[in-house]
């Protein structure tokens, strides 16, 4: 499975033609801090990282791109920690007016967690959705909910995150 999302996010990043930041709002390369809530096996946190993403304008106000992320949580409790979080996304958008994106993003996703002292990373699919308010035309606010279904059957995760971010 992981080689189909990879091999996806490759094609997409190479097959739309390139264009200007300055010729379409929340266009080029990004990256952005995220703080927000976890949950995950009935358990409750939070949820902080890192991504990076490179946006392109595809049509009128639509905008198609890739992410990566770097996570942790804070997420714990009966014998169960949810801990280093890596993901790659891509990303489809639309531009509701030059301040507001609207986007929703499906990728891989690949956890740690911690059960009974062994750490097991452990894949899935990562989906979900959010906005993004330009501050300027260089930062940026986001919401976002992602949503993680793991392979293996040991249930999803949820979480609701919010970030600042800048466009280079």
Known sequence: MKTAIFAAIAVASVSVP???QDEAPFTGPRAGVTV?????AGRDGVSYGVNAGYDLPVAQNVTAGVEVSLGDS???GAGIKASRDLAASLRLGYVVNPRVLAFTKVGYADSRIEAAGTGTAFEGVRYGGGLEFAVTPNTYLSAEYQRTEYEQ??????AGVVGIGFRF
Do not use: H, Q, T
């Open 153 to 158: 059957n040991i249930g999803g995760r949820d």
């Open 36 to 40: 927000g809530y976890d949950k995950y």
């Open 18 to 20: 390139a264009f200007a």
């Open 74 to 76: 804070s997420v714990k």
